[in-house]
């Protein structure tokens, strides 16, 4: 049995509409979706007893005291955009000890119509050097930065602006058949995309990922009933000098290079064997350098798995079915996961990858740190 | 065109920084360097990465260095830089090459720059009273 048969589960995912401007505060955002993953786990929220919330978001606080939660274990994974993935290990590691049953991860936040990512604390490292050295030059957004890296990239490997066009439209098309998807509806086209407005070239509008309004929950637990979906490995590890891009040498290197590595060796299967992958997809560049790092593509060569629908439904890797975070909603990547599930249960009608049986799921955050794991069901 | 006098001024009194600032106040780039293994480190840290001394000292350098990657801007996101677009650049420097500084870009057209572009330091007062002075990069060899 891959992975063994003491991996932790995920037995319940559950979340709310996405939208730009939702109805509701945040707190009942997050009850909404934290409800829905327990009645998907089969469990009274009581039953609840581990919490990792995200960090900077609606509090668990708030949580315990509508739910009447009793947690014995709690804790926060702060590292951005890959605390979703990298809270998966933790909640894994804490079933198997016997600190908790059922760990909830959640995030809830009204990121669109309350306060918006420029306006909101910035959780970043290195707060300190980067107003001495680069809030004063002007830079001073995760768009700004990572164009670093895409500018790079494209010096040394090449890039043509339609293949991150075509990452763009693929994640929108994929969103066209979900209907929780904040872009649900909204087609986008090759045109529409190359005259997007110029937002850090080589980004523009639609290489960026949306500002959601709305919540996600996903529940850990010791458990391997017919429907869980197992953790069959997961790991985490941080790029060179992982508060800075500047000086980081090899350039690229990110933590993903790392994590995926050892997901692939632990659990002795490699990137051509999971059926998708959901890659954290705050730009477009992110995801192609992502699928580089985790070992789908080789260095440059991704572009070419990009190409003719390959990352698309029915191609040779579909690549965030539920329309990522470019056109799902940004739910900091507990919405790959929530997707992961939804496949490997094969409940995703229209967008469902065939007898998908093994999916990966990507996190990056903080200028470089990476997460990666591998889910599967109980037959694989 | 930026607006020096609307950039918002970090801590200058950042132990970490005074004599990164005192630098620029007399036109000169200066970082770290380890005073143990003599290498060159940036951005400031206590630590060398390379032996864990934590005594440093700061060195001049020659402001000269090629275009390593860069951004054009095309949005507004900082006081000083309401006007887009405009460019900032990671450069290498010539020497000691193992260091990048991090630079808005003048005395250019934005889409007129490419990596590999050599540059050099452009010293300008910032601040409501030019309290401090900001080392910015513009083509090698242009006029001021
Ligand atoms: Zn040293």
Not at chain 1, 69 to 81: A, E
Not at chain 1, 134 to 146: K, W
Not at chain 1, 295 to 312: E, S, V
Not at chain 1, 349 to 355: P, S, T, W
Request: proline fraction near 6%; charge should be negative; glycine fraction near 10%.
């Amino acid at each position: 049995m891959l992975g063994g048969s003491h991996t932790a589960s995920i037995t319940g995912v559950g979340n709310t509409k996405y939208s730009k401007k939702a109805d509701r505060s945040a707190g009942l955002l997050a009850i909404d979706a934290v409800m829905s993953a327990a009645r998907d786990a089969g469990i009274e929220p009581q039953e609840i007893d581990g919490l990792i919330p995200y960090p900077g978001h609606i509090g668990d606080d708030i949580l315990q005291a509508e739910l009447d939660l009793k947690p014995r274990f709690r804790t926060t994974v702060d590292m951005g955009g890959c605390s979703a993935v990298s809270a998966l290990r933790i909640a894994s590691l804490a079933v198997a000890s016997g600190a908790a049953k059922h760990v909830l991860l959640f995030r809830g936040l009204k990121g669109s119509s309350g306060l918006r990512k420029a306006d909101r604390p910035s959780f970043l490292p290195g707060q300190p050097f980067r107003r001495h050295l680069e809030h004063v030059h002007g830079l001073n957004t995760p768009a700004q930065r990572y164009a670093l890296l895409c500018q790079r990239y494209k010096h040394e490997y090449g890039l043509d602006r339609r293949t991150l066009g075509e990452i763009a439209l693929a994640a929108r098309a994929h969103a066209n058949l979900n209907p929780d998807a904040q872009m649900y509806g909204r087609d986008l086209t090759m045109d529409e995309y190359l005259a997007g407005r110029l937002i850090s070239d080589p980004y523009t509008l639609f290489d960026c990922c949306l500002e959601t309004d709305g919540a996600s929950a996903v529940i850990v637990s010791k458990r391997n009933d017919a429907r869980d979906i197992r953790i069959l490995s997961v790991a985490e590890a941080q790029g060179v000098s992982p508060d800075d891009i500047s000086n980081r040498e090899p350039f690229l290197d990110i933590g993903l290079t790392q994590a995926a590595n050892d997901v692939w060796n632990e659990l002795g299967v490699g990137p051509n064997d999971v059926d998708a992958a959901m890659i954290y997809d705050c730009f477009t560049f992110e995801v192609l350098h992502q699928l580089e790092e985790a070992g789908f593509a080789g260095h440059g060569k991704a572009a070419a798995l990009i190409a003719d629908g390959g990352i698309r439904l029915g191609g040779k890797l579909p690549v965030n079915t539920h329309g990522g975070m470019l056109s799902e909603g940004h739910q900091a990547g507990l919405n790959h996961v929530i997707e992961a599930v939804r496949q490997l249960r094969q409940e995703c009608g229209q967008r469902q990858v065939e007898d998908a049986r093994l999916v990966a799921v990507s996190g990056w955050g903080q200028l470089g740190d990476g997460s990666f794991a591998v889910l599967g069901g109980q037959n694989v | 065109m930026f607006e020096p006098e609307l950039i918002p001024l970090p801590d200058l009194s950042d132990p970490n920084f005074v004599p990164f600032w005192e630098g620029t106040k007399e036109h000169q780039l200066r970082i770290q360097q380890c005073e143990d293994c003599g290498t060159h480190r940036w951005p400031p840290r206590s630590t060398c990465r390379h032996c864990r001394s934590t005594a440093v000292t700061w060195v001049p350098v020659e402001p000269r260095g090629r275009v390593y990657s860069y951004t054009i801007v095309g949005r507004p996101t900082t006081k000083g830089y309401a006007n887009t677009p405009y460019a900032v650049a990671i450069v290498a420097l010539d020497a000691p090459s193992n260091i990048r500084i991090i630079g808005s870009v003048v005395g250019i057209e934005p889409s007129q720059l490419a990596i590999g572009m050599a540059l050099e330091g452009r010293f300008t007062p910032i601040g409501p009273n030019g309290e401090a002075t900001l080392m910015q990069w513009a083509p090698a060899g242009a006029q001021a």
